[in-house]
């Protein structure tokens, strides 16, 4: 420990048996995610939860509360401190009229994994890793990408074919080695795996950071918590909802409420997490619904939420724990709901948000027309990217004129352009 960072240890999320933290480190003995523990007695003695408005308004702010043992291996594009937006004429309009949306497509990258790699290539750069590999959905490998490059380190990026293209290329231009696979998210990670350990020579050195694979990716996530608590005055609302498809981010947002609550930097009861899926590949949803502590494998079926199309998450027991902890909810939104609402909030509010953040907005009108929510609440929904990397979501018909005005041609009601909805 020392006052750049309070870490203390690393901790098996199953058993508690604790590592160090200061090797390079994946899963746990018993196959379960670590967490990073820090010594928050310290931290409550040593920091004022006021100061931290006088810091910069980034991530970094809470660095005592992060794993990156000195600044000088700070890996950074400006990621943090988001906006937190009130929607009021949605929320009046579904009946919600507390509703705020944090913008986590104002990030470097354009979404919020530029936070989980900010903080887990600072500290792989910290403990000597030479490169970085993983699969991604497309948000996350082009962040980690980025910020590999930013940082000095190679990287290795396996992709489903699906992924939208400006995440591959964003990926490609960083100069990552990308390959795409013809499959889904865990396929991906198999073939990461796999490729490791056959060329043994090629990836020594190297870090697999498949999510949940390493400890520190959960913790720049976290920081979304923290982020919330402060531009609330340290007042917590009653309802975060949150796009789960790996679960990072809420096990983060949770990790990071339980941390506050420690600190005594919050009071009164946690807020309710509402874990939000898509409909054709909702394991988290179904293993909730049933009362189960893990989530089976499911089917997928395709949906343009890309990043919540996860059918098997290492996380579920974490993400299920966050939900049932704190009085909340798992929901599964169909692409029609969530490509409504992406569309509905962006001309109520002109915040053009990515599908995972509709289908976060389908699930608020929803609880809120089946009362689960009453209206009166503060409701935080996490648009996790913009939706410009999207831009196939938006479906248009234009007319198009002349340089006088005039319909130009025949068939000029025809569309002048146009984006397909398919993947």
């Not at 899926?277 to 089976?296: F, K, R, S, T």
């Amino acid at each position: 420990m020392n006052d750049f960072s309070a870490l203390s240890h690393l901790e098996c999320s199953r058993t508690g048996t604790r590592q160090d933290a200061d090797v390079v480190a994946g899963l746990s003995p018993t196959g379960a995610p670590l967490l990073v523990r820090y010594d928050l007695d310290h931290v409550r003695a040593t920091v004022d939860r006021d100061a931290l408005a006088a810091r910069p308004a980034d991530l970094w702010r809470y660095h005592e509360v992060l794993p990156v043992r000195g600044p000088a291996h700070v890996t950074t594009l400006g990621e943090g401190w988001t906006p937190l937006l009130p929607a009021a004429r949605y929320g009046a309009a579904i009946s919600v009229p507390g509703l705020m949306i944090k913008d986590e497509g104002a990030l470097p990258t354009a979404s919020f994994k530029a936070r989980g790699a900010a903080v887990g290539v600072s500290r792989a750069r910290e403990l000597g890793v030479g490169g970085i590999a993983m699969p991604s959905n497309g948000n996350a490998g082009a962040a980690w990408a980025l910020y590999a490059a930013r940082a000095g380190l190679a990287s290795m990026i396996m992709m489903p074919v699906g992924a939208p293209d400006v995440c591959r290329r964003e990926a490609v231009a960083a100069g990552a080695d990308v390959v795409l696979v013809d499959g889904l998210i865990n396929d991906a990670g198999r073939l990461v795996r796999e490729r490791m350990a056959a060329e043994p020579e090629r990836f020594a050195g190297w870090q697999d950071v498949s999510t949940l694979r390493e400890p520190y990716r959960i913790e720049g996530k976290k920081t979304m918590g923290y982020e919330i608590a402060e531009q609330l005055g340290w007042r917590l609302p009653e309802v975060i909802v949150y796009p789960a498809g790996g679960g990072v981010g809420l096990i983060g947002i949770h990790k990071a409420l339980q941390e506050l609550v420690m600190l005594g930097w919050v009071e009164g009861p946690l807020p309710r997490l509402v874990a939000v899926q898509a409909a054709g590949c909702a394991p988290i949803v179904a293993a909730y619904e049933a009362g189960l502590d893990h989530a089976e494998p499911v089917e997928v079926t395709p949906s343009v939420a890309f990043g919540i199309n996860v059918p098997t998450a290492l996380g579920d027991r974490l993400m299920l724990t966050a939900v049932r902890e704190t009085g909340g909810t798992a929901v599964a939104v169909g692409d029609a709901d969530l490509l409504a609402e992406e569309r509905a909030v962006t001309a109520a509010e002109g915040l053009f948000v990515c599908p995972e953040g509709g289908a976060c907005l389908a699930a608020v009108r929803r609880l809120r027309a089946d009362g689960w929510l009453d209206g009166s609440e503060r409701v935080v929904v996490l648009n996790t990217g913009s939706g410009l990397i999207y831009p196939e979501t938006v479906d248009y018909r234009l007319p198009l004129v002349d340089r006088d005005g005039r319909p130009a041609g025949e068939g000029s009601s025809a569309s002048a352009g146009s984006a397909s909805m398919g993947r």
